[in-house]
């Protein structure tokens, strides 16, 4: 098992918006994450030191912390009075982490894009090998890197939609927090247009052209849309995804159950690629982590061109 470094404890840096005076033209830097860097995120996060991140732990209170300074860092504000968003489970708080971007466009702005993955897990199980914390690297340590990640790319990017960035805590508990938070935001005549989730992103596909696989992707045109801002087939289906009823077993289905609208989970494990789900060797050693970052910078300029495109390309099928 190993042990949290001092090194993740040290916040990476942050790249921002730079001007080109002499031209008088103002540019953006590129934002690349790299293979390390997610790393360090998920190393953080898995740590044996955050015990599994069980809802209600001191552990996922740790994560919380780690999450909400990332945003603060990068200039990204809280969407309520505060980047958590807690509600009562069982008797204890549980939060949600939530980052908000103002989109730039007068209309469009009052639309969003949720941008989310679970931070929570399993906390400690039975032992195996005298090993009893269930560290969830690639469940869903893997899932909340890419979200804080790409929370990084748009901190320097102008949209014309307005993006949310969210941890989601108490997926592993029935989908408590993305329910608790959906139904919240209904409340408040939110205006959601498409919800991109990531989940178990950590270990690639086997044998397939397509670097992950939308939940529900027969619902809406996603996946379609995606591959064409792509320029590439980076997305396709899971017959295995199909088959386990993948689509509502992740914190998307909340959102399309209250909003009537596009809302998948990306993965690229269908859970035959990866044996260690819900179990103690679910750790950072087990992941690709130049393959995730491949990943993330595939999605940032998708998401950043669906965020920007002046129609409602997304649509669900049948609507």
């Given at each position: 098992?190993r042990?949290?470094?001092?090194?993740f404890?040290?916040p990476f840096?942050?790249?921002s918006?730079?001007?080109c005076?002499?031209s008088?033209v103002?540019?953006?830097k590129?934002?690349t994450?790299t293979?390390?860097?997610?790393?360090?995120?998920?190393?953080?996060?898995a740590s044996d030191e955050?015990?599994?991140?069980?809802?209600?732990?001191e552990g996922?209170?740790?994560?919380a912390?780690?999450?909400?300074?990332?945003?603060?860092a990068?200039?990204?504000?809280?969407?309520f009075?505060?980047?958590?968003?807690?509600?009562?489970?069982?008797?204890v708080?549980?939060f949600?982490?939530?980052?908000y971007?103002?989109?730039n466009?007068?209309?469009?702005k009052?639309?969003?894009?949720?941008?989310?993955?679970?931070?929570?897990h399993?906390?400690e199980i039975?032992?195996?090998?005298?090993?009893?914390?269930?560290?969830?690297?690639?469940?869903?340590?893997?899932?909340t890197?890419?979200?804080?990640?790409?929370?990084?790319?748009?901190?320097?990017?102008?949209?014309?939609?307005?993006?949310?960035f969210v941890?989601f805590?108490a997926?592993?508990?029935?989908?408590?927090?993305s329910?608790h938070?959906?139904?919240?935001?209904?409340?408040?005549?939110?205006?959601l247009?498409a919800?991109?989730n990531?989940?178990?992103?950590?270990?690639?596909?086997?044998n397939?052209?397509h670097?992950?696989?939308l939940?529900?992707?027969?619902?809406?045109n996603?996946a379609e849309?995606?591959?064409?801002?792509a320029?590439?087939?980076?997305?396709?289906?899971?017959e295995?995804?199909?088959?386990?009823?993948?689509?509502?077993?992740?914190?998307?289905?909340?959102?399309?159950?209250?909003?009537?609208?596009?809302a998948?989970?990306v993965?690229?494990?269908?859970?035959?690629?990866?044996?260690?789900?819900?179990?103690?060797?679910?750790?950072?050693?087990?992941?690709?982590?130049?393959?995730?970052?491949?990943l993330?910078?595939a999605?940032g300029?998708?998401?950043?061109?669906?965020?920007?495109?002046?129609t409602?390309?997304?649509?669900l099928?049948?609507?």
């Amino acid at each position: 098992m190993r042990k949290l470094l001092v090194l993740f404890l040290i916040p990476f840096l942050f790249i921002s918006v730079s001007a080109c005076k002499s031209s008088g033209v103002t540019t953006e830097k590129k934002y690349t994450v790299t293979a390390d860097e997610v790393k360090a995120m998920v190393s953080f996060l898995a740590s044996d030191e955050l015990k599994g991140r069980d809802t209600g732990s001191e552990g996922i209170n740790t994560a919380a912390t780690y999450i909400a300074n990332e945003f603060k860092a990068l200039g990204i504000k809280p969407y309520f009075e505060e980047y958590r968003d807690t509600f009562k489970m069982e008797g204890v708080d549980a939060f949600n982490v939530v980052g908000y971007i103002e989109g730039n466009d007068a209309t469009l702005k009052d639309e969003f894009i949720i941008i989310g993955a679970h931070y929570d897990h399993i906390g400690e199980i039975a032992a195996v090998e005298g090993d009893v914390i269930a560290n969830g690297a690639n469940d869903n340590a893997a899932g909340t890197s890419a979200v804080m990640t790409l929370a990084k790319y748009f901190s320097t990017k102008k949209t014309k939609r307005s993006l949310l960035f969210v941890a989601f805590t108490a997926e592993e508990k029935g989908l408590l927090g993305s329910k608790h938070l959906a139904n919240t935001l209904k409340e408040n005549n939110f205006n959601l247009y498409a919800m991109f989730n990531l989940e178990m992103i950590g270990v690639p596909l086997i044998n397939t052209e397509h670097q992950a696989f939308l939940t529900g992707y027969d619902r809406s045109n996603l996946a379609e849309v995606m591959n064409t801002y792509a320029g590439q087939e980076l997305i396709g289906s899971s017959e295995v995804a199909k088959k386990y009823g993948l689509f509502k077993r992740s914190d998307n289905y909340p959102f399309f159950k209250v909003f009537n609208v596009p809302a998948h989970t990306v993965s690229s494990c269908d859970l035959t690629n990866f044996d260690f789900y819900h179990h103690v060797h679910d750790e950072i050693d087990k992941l690709d982590y130049t393959f995730m970052a491949n990943l993330i910078n595939a999605l940032g300029p998708v998401i950043e061109k669906t965020a920007n495109a002046s129609t409602n390309e997304i649509q669900l099928y049948g609507n």
